[in-house]
């Protein structure tokens, strides 16, 4: 079973910073990529940043240039650092990891990030 655990999210100020934590159950290496989405109230869930096996990283236009995703293959986990926060960004944060072909997506429990004065 692979569980993905997700820590690092809280409150924090616009234009503060957090940095994002994703646990993996399993060496991530053997994920074909992972990622971060987002899901705010009232809005879909939506692709933040992505990360491949080999390193290649994607991001949606929103977080171009303030946030980064980034992996640690000796820990098992995957980051997500976050600066220039805006309110915009508050959202529930899930990590997530494609295994596998076909790849089957897994998904963490998620952790809240709110971006507030």
């Known amino acids: 079973q692979v569980q993905l655990v997700e820590s690092g999210g809280g409150l924090v100020q616009p234009g503060g910073s957090l940095r994002l934590s994703c646990a993996a159950s399993r060496i991530i290496f053997s994920f074909n990529a992972m990622g971060w989405h987002r899901q705010a109230p009232g809005k879909e869930r939506e692709l933040v940043a992505t990360?491949?096996?080999?390193?290649?990283?994607n991001y949606t236009d929103s977080v171009k240039g303030r946030f980064t995703i980034s992996k640690d293959n000796a820990k098992n986990t995957v980051y997500l650092q976050m600066n220039s926060l805006k309110p915009e960004d508050t959202a529930v944060y899930y990590c997530?990891?494609?295994?596998?072909?076909?790849?089957?997506?897994?998904w963490g429990q998620g952790t809240q990030v709110t971006v507030s004065s």
């Open positions: 990360i491949t096996r080999n390193g290649n990283s």
């Open positions: 997530t990891g494609d295994l596998g072909f076909p790849p089957q997506r897994y």
